[in-house]
């Protein structure tokens, strides 16, 4: 089994940056690859970064892309989520998933979760 832990959410200013960290643990012998998913009030799962298992590739939603930057540390079994530029639109509840099956971009396809970090960005 494996456990992912967000932190780093917060409340900001429009215009302002945020980093979001996702430690994993438990079966980390083995890294996988590790998304982004985010959900405003209302509104379904969203699909917001990936990143395969060495590192090495990235690939992003068009809301976010030029303004946020995936990355991961797999000796330390974290990946990051770097936003620039937030604006009021990226508020949401921002989730990491970890051991995708089948599309990087479809939250039903991840076989692991974290519970999620609040960013309000205020205007």
């Known amino acids: 089994q494996v456990q992912l832990v967000e932190s780093g959410g917060g409340l900001v200013q429009a215009g302002g940056s945020v980093k979001l960290s996702c430690a994993a643990s438990?079966?980390?012998?083995?890294?996988?690859?590790m998304g982004w998913f985010r959900q405003a009030n209302g509104k379904g799962r969203e699909f917001v970064a990936v990143?395969?298992?060495?590192?090495?590739?990235?690939f992003y939603a068009d809301s976010v892309k030029g303004r946020f930057a995936i990355s991961k540390d797999n000796a330390k079994n974290t990946v990051y989520l770097q936003m620039n530029s937030l604006q009021p639109e990226d508020t949401a509840v921002y989730y990491c998933?970890?051991?995708?099956?089948?599309?990087?971009?479809?939250?039903?396809?991840?076989?692991?979760w974290g519970q999620g970090t609040q960013v309000t960005v205020s205007s």
């Open positions: 998933a970890g051991d995708p099956e089948g599309s990087w971009s479809d939250p039903r396809d991840y076989a692991y």
């Open positions: 990143i395969n298992m060495s590192g090495g590739a990235t």
């Open positions: 438990g079966r980390t012998f083995s890294p996988f690859p």
